[in-house]
């Protein structure tokens, strides 16, 4: 983590505090920091939302989320009880300018009683149709002004609906607020073994020589969930697996895999390699889309002998849904290190286990010189769960002859003795504290990833009839996925085996 020596007072406003997020991962993120301290001396949270409920009751409501989602939720009652009391909560409609005087006031005393130095971040965790509204009430009440202390806007995903809305909603936030104040999560990168992706590649001197086409036969990154869509259908029938994974979350690991080293550690020099892969991703044309993208829709089918509903079923769903839960491509990066190699990508909803890796498929050795021998090398970094490394390589295996047989060379996290691997809400909160904005996301990648998937929305939306396959739920998708895969005996890996045989893939 970082040094949080430096880390000045300070005041986190979270607009939409009785929602999800706010008592799952961000209060839990900000106990944790507060039991590990990385907390500023002097530090408050004030909770914001259209719910009228008093600070004890929002005291009350946080504590519940912390015993159940905090790191540290089998902590003693006194101690959560006194990160309790830097909490308090003002209940206003955050869409309605007329109600940011008494968030200024009330900011004003809060500031005075706790000594946090007029330093304020706004932690916005509302429906994205709020963000610029509630930027430039902000900016109304002269918030955003930097003369007393520092100001910061942190932005949740979806950062836009599509192209043209994200270009439009990164314009408005740049009108209230500069772009150094603007802090995107993807919460990805603030996951520790996302970060490694870069120690792996740029701490050792024996992969970069072979990290290119010459060795490199094709990429393969999964993000697979073995969760539904757990009451967000409202959300997710607007988002689909194509803006709620790929655009943000997959773009940005293949961002890590693709990108040439850094000059330095630091946010300039990263967001600058990682830019020039999303320009180098090669357009999608209209072959393409027809044949190099799969999207799928869980169906109804049995999981270890339980019945699980279908993605239609589940509520806030339109039974005739189109939305994706399942989506597969293969795609370029038109530059000297990977000109030629195929990647693939893939995330899904209701597939047999959660797992999120990275496959590195190296080329066969060029000559071969044992019978027989399959040996398929590979790297694979795991990101979630058991996160950690795994090398295949050939060996011989014992007696006469030479059987190659492919063995693991594996890393564990766990294996540490120190192994506690912080939520990536910790990292990236105390990230934005300190004003390390390294792992955020900036306005142009996003553009430029929006740009990237335009062609496959505008496609699906102007055809009614591009393919929807359907997949029973507890399998790894739509069988036809098998087919992007390049190369004879080429396979996506699979961790684990399906978990239902019952159920019909079927074009939706
Ligand atoms: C979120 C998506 O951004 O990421 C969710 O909105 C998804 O639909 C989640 O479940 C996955 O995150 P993680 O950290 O569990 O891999």
Known sequence: MNNPKNIENQIMVIFGASGDLAYRKLIPAIFDLFENKLLPKNFAVLGVSRSEISDKAFREKMKKGIKEFAHYKDSKDDVIDVFLSKLSYLSMDTGDGNEYGALKKRLSEI??????????????????????????????????????????????????????????????????????????????????????????????????????????????????????????????????????????????????????PPTKINAEAIKYEKMKVFQALHPLSESDLKQNVIRGQYSASKIRGEAVAGYRQEKNVDKKSRTETFFAMKFFIDNWRWAGVPFYIRTGKRLPTRVTEIVIHFKPSPQQLFCGNDNDNQLILRIQPDEGILLKTGMKMPGSGYDVKTVNMDFHYTDLDDHYIPEAYERLILDCMIGDSTLFMDGPASEETWKFVQPILSYWENNDNAPLYGYPSGTWGPEKTDSLIEGENQQWRYPCKNLSDDGIYCEL
């Open 111 to 260: 500031d005075a009683e706790h000594g946090t130095d007029k330093n304020y971040i706004f932690y916005l965790s509302t429906p994205p149709q709020l963000y610029s509204k509630i930027s430039k009430f902000l900016y109304g009440q002269g918030l955003n002004l930097q003369r007393k202390g520092f100001r910061r806007i942190i932005i949740e995903k979806p950062f836009g609906h599509d192209l043209q809305s994200a270009l439009d909603l990164n314009k408005e936030l740049l009108d209230f607020f500069d772009d150094d104040q603007i802090y995107r999560i993807d919460h990805y990168l603030g996951k520790e073994t996302v970060q490694n992706l870069m120690v792996t590649r740029f701490a050792n001197g024996i992969y970069e020589p072979l990290w290119n086409r010459n060795y490199i036969q094709h990429v393969e990154v999964s993000a697979a969930e073995s969760i539904g869509v757990e009451g967000r259908g409202g959300y997710y029938e607007e988002a689909g697996a194509l803006r709620d994974m790929v655009q943000n979350h997959l773009m940005q690991l293949v961002a890590l895999i693709a990108m040439e």
